[in-house]
Structure formats: structure tokens, C-alpha cells
């Protein structure tokens, strides 16, 4: 479905983000969408409002603006201003029609500056601030048309941004053609949620109007607050419910929050029967509920900003998750789905909390924007099952306790002589077949030793075979290597890497034992790099490199060895252009280290022949030789 492909593009950003330097989104036809993220999005505060927008676009100005350090920006400071700039490139030749859209519904006001083609900007405003039909889309997010001609290939958008919530900047450049198709599929996905609200609701209203027990009907208003909590959240309530009216739709989350949470709680209440239960857990359900709405009213009444608070829901949460748990320890096992459906809500909401609190790194995008309505469909499911458990529970154990009452009535008197006699015969037989049983583990134990005898045999000359194997494989790939015509790919076979050289360089060098240059000490340990060799006695160092024609050499030892093979087998006739097209080296480098190399040749007289030290003979310095 459309609508998992920007789940998983925001996760793809989210972890190839490197980098910071603004950089331009390139927009050619086959593109269908692209979210912002990272360095493609530039910041600039402005707590006091003192900059227009012919300051913000002043090259002075540029240096001001700072990449995003997280995926989604956020607006941390309430009720400030905030200034946001991204580039785009458009391709020469463009067909499609492309728009930009801001992902989180609730932001209060947002003014964008689109370029055109005389220099000048286009001013367009949106936000929740403002009527939902005076939209250009009749959709829940916020979209810009972007309209291309010939002479604006690309340009820098400007957004002025200010919300009395934390908003997400989530900025998405999509293609007409996708978006459609986005949305469509989105509208369909909300269908079947807000869909599952009202079976799950209808049915529990129909429990409760057939038993008369308040957790149903509980548990339906819990529902409903929560799809309209939802709905205020991700723009469709103001987009079906309330269109016009902008300043309810600032409220509307306050509201459904305190519906919700005082229900939940009554719901927890009366499904536990927690008056009987744990009277102390009923009193602190009542008194969280008491203080949650005292704030509500507080907040509503003198100072509207402390709704943007929503981590006080943490309160009534934990409370409810707490008494759930306590009563599944204490031995109800209706309790059990209970606890599973609040542990999605509140890890949901504990995601969303720390988000909040400013770790930017949860904050990925479209994931975890909507991952607490993920959450409440989890919760919703763990809920109606902990209903039709509870209901089955109690049911179950009345019988079964009528069925025991009248059992024991009736068997009391023979109870005792059968289970005496059953007793008896179940000790012999079961003696009988535990001595049966421990006959047949002896002879299986007995088995089993002489299987792992001869697999340890086995395994013994497998592994002496193997190490053979890898020793001749070894030794044949280096002699080849030695005097062989063998390419770069054969070559690097024999010696793959640094440490393989260093190996075999160490063999070479002290293939007669080991001499101390100070001292004459035969007596060494390992010295501070790899492969070298430190003296017991006065504790000189001497690297593998030293004393050979790699010492203080800075290309890579492995290239270093192909180069002298190289030289060595077409007795010095390879031109240096030749080697550092070969080895990937700068030619100077090549000619400087192949003059080295032919140096060593004349000097020993050593040209290339079948002798089977080959090109080592030009490794070492001569007085080790």
C-alpha cells in the first residue's frame, strides 16, 4: 500500500544522514516524493520577531541559518517565531506538477516565501490558524502548489513558521500524481481505523445495555475520546467536524485528553472492582482523577499554554498501567490482556514523552509521528479481548466451582480407598519402568561414549588434513607469486593484506634466527608493532620494515610487494606510468620507488630467472642477506 512508502523513506534518511552542508534537492520527473531531513534543512530563530523577510533573504543573513541536527526539526520554544530555509533543483525539462506539504497538522500559523522567475517571491500563508476552506488542497495537512516556468531552474523557499504547540517540520516535496494516489490511500487507512473505534464501541455499548455493567459502558466513552483525540491530532476532525471554527480546533485536543483519561481510569476501576479488590488503589484512581481534572479546569481558566503539557497524561497512565499490573500479580488472570494493551499505550506514550523532552534522535518522521496511534489500535484489540476474558473467567470458575461442591458431596466416602489402591499399583509400575529405563540409558550411555571416541579420531585427522591443506595452498600461491608472470588478482591471493606481508617479510628476515643489532642478544619478545621484534636484553625495537627497501615507505605494503614483482619480472623495463596505472599510485611515487628497486638490481646483479627466492632477493638489505 502507498502509504508504507514514506514510512520506510523516512527510515532510510534517518540512518544514511552524513554531512553538513545544505544541500539542493534535485527535481526531475520520476521523483514522487522526497522528505526533508538533516542538512536539507536550514534554521534560523527569531525569539523576537525583529527580522522581515528582506532581512532573512540578505546574503548577510545566510551565515545565521543552521542545518538541522535531527531528521525532523521542532519547534521547542512555544509561541516563537522560527525561520526555515531548503533548496530545490529543478531539472531543465519538467512535466510533472510537484508540491510541498507540512506534515504535522497542528502548527498555528506558517508563511511561505516560493521563488520565482524575476527575483521576486510569492507569499503564501497557512496554518490551523486560519478557516479550513480557505485551503488551495481540502486535505488535513497543509500543501503548496509549486509552479515551475523555464527561466527558475531552482531557488531557495523560505518558511516562517509559529505554533503554541511543539510542532513537527516535517516538509515533503511530492509529485501531484503521487500525492493523489498518497492520499487516497492515507484517507483509506484512517477509514479503517476510526472504522475499528466504532465496531469496538458498538459492540460494548451492546454488552452494556444487555448486562447493565458500567466498565462497557465506561470503556465506549474511553473509545470515543480517544478517536476524537486522534482525529483533533492529525487534522481530520477540523477538516470534517469543525471547519470553521480554528480557535475550538486550538482546544479540541485539551478536552478529548481529559475525557480519555478520566474514562480509562473509571474504566480501570469498575472492570477490576478494585473497591473490593485493593480499596487503596480505588482511592488513588479517585484522587488522580480529582487532580487531573482541578488542572484541566486551572489551565482552561487562567493559562491556556499548560494544555500543551501533554506529559501530565503520564500521571493517570501510570496509575492505570500500575493497578492493572498489581491486580495480575496478585492472582486475577483476566487481568493479563489488560496489562498487555496499557503496556503498548504506555510505551507509546513513552516514546512520544522523550521525543518531546528533545531527544532528536526517536524523532525520525512519519513513524514516530503516528506511533502512539499505532499504540491505541494495539490497546483497543488487548482491551476487548481483557472484557470477553474477564466475562469468560467468571463464568468459568462458577461452574467449576458448583461442579467441585457437587463432586465432593458425592465421591468423599470411596475418595480415600481409590486413591490409596491407585497409589500403590502407580509406585510398582512406575518402579518397574524406571529400572527398565535406566537399563536402556546405561547401554545408550556406553554407545555414545564409543561414537565419540572414533568422531574424536575422525575429527583429529580431519583437522591435520586441513591444516596441510592450507599450508601447501599457502606455499604454492607464494612461490608462484615469487617468479610467476601472475596479474594484480593472483597476486594479492598469495599476499591479501598488510598483515600477510608483515608475515611473510618476518620469514624472510629471520629465516636464520634472530641477532640483535646492539647486542647480539638472540633472545627477543614481540616489540610495539606488528610482527616486530624487541630484545630481552637491552631492549631495542626493530621493526619488520627496518633494514629492507619498505622501510619508511607510505604506500601500502601489499602494492609495494606487486610493484617489485613487477619491475623484478620484466627486469626493470616497466615504465613508472605503467606501474601507477597498475597499482592506482601517483606516478611520481611509482618512479621514485621502481628507481629504488632497479638500484638494488644492478647493484646485486639480480635479473629475473627460475631461482625460487625470485623477487625477494631485493627485499633485504645486504648485510642480511
Known amino acids: 500500500m502507498n502509504y508504507i512508502k514514506p514510512i520506510l523513506l523516512s527510515i532510510l534518511i534517518f540512518l544514511s544522514f552524513s554531512g553538513k552542508a545544505q544541500e539542493p534537492v534535485q527535481l526531475v520527473d ?30 548577510a543573513f545566510q551565515s ?48 511561505a516565501y516560493i521563488p520565482l522567475a524575476d527575483g521576486n517571491y510569492r507569499k503564501i500563508e497557512i496554518g490551523d490558524h ?14 503548496i502548489p509549486l509552479e515551475f516556468n523555464h527561466d527558475a531552474s531552482d531557488g531557495i523557499y523560505y518558511f516562517k513558521i509559529k505554533s503554541s504547540q ?26 479503517i481505523f476510526y472504522g475499528m473505534i466504532f465496531v469496538f464501541s458498538l459492540y460494548n455499548l451492546i454488552l452494556f445495555i444487555a448486562v447493565r455493567q458500567k466498565q462497557y459502558l465506561f470503556y465506549v466513552l474511553y473509545l470515543l475520546s480517544v478517536s476524537l483525540y486522534e482525529m ?29 483519561s478520566t474514562f480509562v481510569l473509571l474504566f480501570t476501576r469498575a472492570l ?16 488522580t482523577i480529582a487532580i487531573r481534572v482541578a488542572f484541566f479546569l486551572y489551565s482552561l481558566l487562567f493559562d491556556r499554554s499548560l494544555f500543551n ?17 498489581y491486580i495480575y500479580f496478585s492472582g486475577y488472570r483476566a487481568a493479563r490482556f489488560f496489562v498487555v494493551g496499557y503496556g503498548f499505550v504506555f510505551i507509546g506514550f513513552i516514546f512520544k514523552l522523550f521525543i518531546m523532552l528533545g531527544i532528536a534522535s526517536l524523532n525520525f518522521g512519519i513513524v514516530s509521528y503516528y506511533s502512539l496511534t499505532f499504540c491505541f489500535i494495539f490497546e483497543m484489540i488487548f482491551f476487548s479481548l481483557a472484557i470477553g476474558d474477564n466475562l469468560r473467567i467468571l463464568k468459568r470458575e462458577q461452574a467449576k466451582m458448583q461442579k467441585q461442591v457437587l463432586k465432593q458431596m458425592t465421591e468423599n466416602v470411596a475418595l480415600k480407598d481409590i486413591l490409596n489402591r491407585e497409589l500403590k499399583s502407580e509406585v510398582r509400575q512406575r518402579n518397574q519402568e524406571l529400572e527398565e529405563a535406566n537399563i536402556l540409558l546405561q547401554q545408550q550411555s556406553e554407545e555414545i561414549s564409543r561414537m ?15 591444516q596441510e591443506l592450507i599450508t601447501n595452498v599457502k606455499k604454492i600461491s607464494r612461490d608462484r607469486a615469487l617468479s610467476a608472470d601472475v596479474d594484480f588478482e593472483e597476486f594479492s591471493a598469495a599476499y591479501p593484506d598488510s598483515d600477510t606481508c608483515y608475515e611473510f617479510l618476518a620469514e624472510l628476515k629471520w629465516k636464520d634466527g634472530y641477532h640483535c643489532r646492539k647486542c647480539a642478544n638472540e633472545h627477543y619478545f614481540n616489540g610495539s608493532t606488528p610482527y616486530s621484534r624487541r630484545c630481552t636484553k637491552c631492549g631495542y625495537d626493530e621493526s619488520v620494515t627496518s633494514y629492507t627497501i619498505f622501510h619508511n615507505m607510505r604506500i601500502p605494503i601489499n602494492k609495494s610487494f606487486y610493484m617489485i614483482f613487477l619491475v623484478y619480472t620484466t627486469k626493470g623495463k616497466i615504465s613508472s606510468h605503467k606501474l601507477s596505472e597498475i597499482v592506482a599510485i601517483r606516478q611520481s611515487t611509482c618512479w621514485s620507488f621502481s628507481k629504488r628497486v632497479k638500484k638494488v638490481m644492478e647493484e646485486r646483479k639480480v635479473l629475473k630467472s627460475t631461482d625460487k627466492h625470485g623477487w625477494s632477493q631485493l627485499v633485504l638489505e645486504k648485510d642480511i642477506l
Open 272 to 287: 477490576f472492582n478494585l473497591k473490593d479488590r485493593a480499596p487503596w488503589i480505588d482511592k488513588l484512581i479517585l484522587y
Open 166 to 191: 511543539i510542532a513537527d517540520i516535517i516538509i515533503v516535496l511530492r509529485s501531484v500524481k503521487y500525492f493523489v494516489s498518497y492520499a487516497l490511500s492515507e484517507y483509506l487507512s484512517f477509514g
Open 232 to 260: 483533533s491530532s492529525d487534522g481530520i476532525a477540523y477538516q470534517y467536524l469543525w471547519p470553521n471554527s480554528p480557535q475550538w480546533n486550538q482546544l479540541a485536543f485539551a478536552f478529548t485528553l481529559i475525557s480519555a
Open 64 to 111: 545565521k541559518f543552521q542545518p538541522s541536527v535531527s531528521s525532523t526539526p521542532q519547534t521547542l520554544e512555544l509561541n516563537t517565531t522560527y525561520w526555515f530555509k531548503i533548496r530545490i533543483k529543478r531539472a531543465s525539462e519538467l512535466e510533472n506538477n510537484f508540491i510541498l506539504e507540512f506534515f504535522d497538522q497542528t502548527i498555528d500559523d506558517i508563511t
Open 309 to 325: 503539557y501533554k506529559f501530565i497524561e503520564f500521571i493517570p497512565l501510570s496509575v492505570a498501567f500500575f493497578a492493572g499490573l
Open 30 to 59: 520520476h521523483l514522487d516524493q522526497h522528505i526533508f531531513s538533516y542538512n536539507e534543512i536550514e534554521i534560523l530563530m527569531d525569539p523576537n520577531e525583529e527580522y522581515s523577510f528582506d532581512d532573512i533573504r540578505n546574503d
Open 452 to 466: 565419540n571416541e572414533l568422531l574424536q579420531i575422525d575429527n583429529q585427522e580431519l583437522k591435520h588434513d586441513k
Open 130 to 143: 486560519k478557516e479550513f476552506s480557505k485551503r488551495f488542497f481540502k486535505h488535513k495537512n497543509f500543501e
